[in-house]
């Protein structure tokens, strides 16, 4: 079965770091670009952050450039989002999500279910 | 960063009717790479539509996608009980990719 499986999330205080994982499985994991995506509580969606096939390209969203860290490990199939000097506005859902093939510029085909994410003191 | 503005916000609408849906982009969006996702309540999204015409996997042929430069239309021919849900617009022409602010299509 093909599956995204996040992990990580949690309440953490502003200021703070937090590292989320993707696990894959069901596909070949190291063919394909990934992403991060956020969702606050009764929002609208947010792309965050992306990463291609081979980590050659890397891009992230204005609000959380210079903060955010998003890496992948093809031999364990998984992808990860570090997150330093947590905000409140940091708040949110966080999905990862595979693009449909290994370019960045595809539509994401699949989704895991999400991490919720709380930053608040 | 190509803002992309959902209309209406709300679609208040019956099974059996037909809903049409506009995302505008503020700038052409490239190689007309425009996609539209389904999120129902607790779920995560789906695609439903990339390359602003070609339905996903899976995807029911009352789901349709059309438009070009900035103006994108999704239409439902005729509403099932499973499509009340908002839907997303997103552009990844660019390497900002960015969504929309998403229209509900709720029971009327």
């Known amino acids: 079965e093909v599956q995204l499986v996040e992990s990580g999330g949690g309440l953490v205080q502003p200021g703070r770091s937090l590292r989320l994982s993707c696990a894959a499985s069901?596909?070949?994991?190291?063919?394909?670009?990934m992403h991060w995506v956020r969702q606050a509580p009764g929002k609208g969606l947010e792309w965050v952050s992306g990463?291609?096939?081979?980590?050659?390209?890397?891009v992230y969203g204005d609000s959380v450039k210079g903060r955010f860290t998003i890496s992948r490990d093809n031999a364990k199939n998984s992808l990860y989002l570090q997150m330093n000097s947590l905000r409140v506005e940091d708040t949110a859902f966080y999905y990862c999500?595979?693009?449909?093939?290994?370019?960045?510029?595809?539509?994401?085909?699949?989704w895991g279910q999400g991490t919720m994410v709380t930053v608040s003191s | 960063e190509n803002v992309l503005t959902q209309s209406p916000g709300t679609l208040s609408l019956s099974p059996g009717e037909r809903a049409t849906l506009s995302c505008r982009a503020s700038?052409?969006?490239?190689?007309?790479?425009l996609a539209w996702y389904q999120q129902k309540r607790g779920q995560a999204p789906r695609l439903l539509i990339y390359?602003?015409?070609t339905r996903a996997t899976g995807i029911p042929d009352r789901f349709s996608g059309s438009g070009s430069g900035t103006d994108f239309t999704l239409t439902i021919s005729r509403l099932e009980p499973e499509d009340f849900a908002v839907y997303y617009c997103q552009q990844y022409g660019s390497s900002l990719l960015t969504f929309g602010g998403g229209t509900k299509v709720d029971l009327k």
């Open positions: 999500a595979k693009g449909k093939d290994y370019s960045y510029y595809q539509a994401f085909d699949m």
């Open positions: 990463i291609t096939w081979n980590s050659g390209g890397i």
């Open positions: 390359g602003v015409s």
């Open positions: 069901g596909f070949s994991f190291d063919d394909y670009a």
């Open positions: 700038q052409s969006v490239s190689s007309n790479y």
